[in-house]
């Protein structure tokens, strides 16, 4: 079955850096879409970045601004997220997603905190 497995999150003060881990199973990962949402307290879950099959394309979310970037490892089932100089509003937990096979699959999601 599909399992998405995130990891990384932690405790990082303003201006500091994180970078999130998906480890994936249960599909062919090489050939598919694999994205990161987030969800704050009280807040829509909303989309940070996606990255196409092969990291053709990458798409952010207007909010990153050039702090984040998205990259996958096939070799690896892995998609990854690198955050730097990140601000207290980039508090929220974390989630992957993929949609395959006409559904959507998320992972458990990582808790990301910042503050001083």
């Known amino acids: 079955q599909v399992q998405l497995v995130e990891s990384g999150g932690g405790l990082v003060q303003p201006g500091g850096s994180l970078r999130l881990s998906c480890a994936a199973s249960g599909f062919t990962f090489s050939r598919e879409t694999m994205s990161w949402y987030r969800q704050a307290p009280g807040k829509e879950r909303e989309l940070v970045a996606r990255v196409t099959s092969a990291g053709t394309h990458t798409y952010y979310g207007n909010f990153v601004k050039g702090r984040f970037t998205i990259s996958r490892d096939d070799a690896k089932n892995t998609v990854y997220l690198q955050m730097n100089s990140l601000k207290p509003e980039d508090t929220a937990v974390y989630y992957c997603?993929?949609?395959?096979?006409?559904?959507?699959?998320w992972g458990q999601g990582t808790q990301v905190t910042v503050s001083s």
């Open positions: 997603k993929t949609y395959i096979w006409s559904r959507e699959y």
